[in-house]
Nanobody
């Protein structure tokens, strides 16, 4: 099992910045990708950004140029730097880790952290 702990959410005014962090623990071997998803009220969960152990990233068009995903200094940590935040960025942000084990992909999720962009 993999446990994911997120931190860094909060309330920020439009145009402001926030930094989210996520740390994986437990059976973290063979985790090959980590990332962030978000869910706004009444909407489906959507991809924000992911990064592989090799450093390849996938960034949603809606946040390109504003959000940056990076691996942390500690193994199996991931950060999301969010700049120029907009009200439509509001939602619960979930950390995700994908592990390859026994020829199966396992997805793990954090508990979520609230991001609210409002004046």
């Amino acid at each position: 099992q993999v446990q994911l702990v997120e931190s860094g959410g909060g309330l920020v005014q439009p145009g402001g910045s926030l930094r989210l962090s996520c740390a994986a623990s437990g059976s973290i071997f063979s985790i090959y990708a980590m990332g962030w998803y978000r869910q706004a009220p009444g909407k489906q969960r959507e991809l924000v950004a992911t990064i592989t152990t090799g450093g390849s990233t996938n960034i949603a068009d809606s946040v390109k140029g504003r959000f940056t995903i990076s691996r942390g200094n500690a193994k199996n940590t991931v950060n999301l730097q969010m700049n120029s935040l907009k009200p439509e960025d509001t939602g619960v942000y979930y950390c995700n880790a994908v592990q390859w084990r026994d020829n199966i992909n396992y997805n793990y999720w954090g508990q979520g952290t609230q991001v609210t962009v409002s004046s």
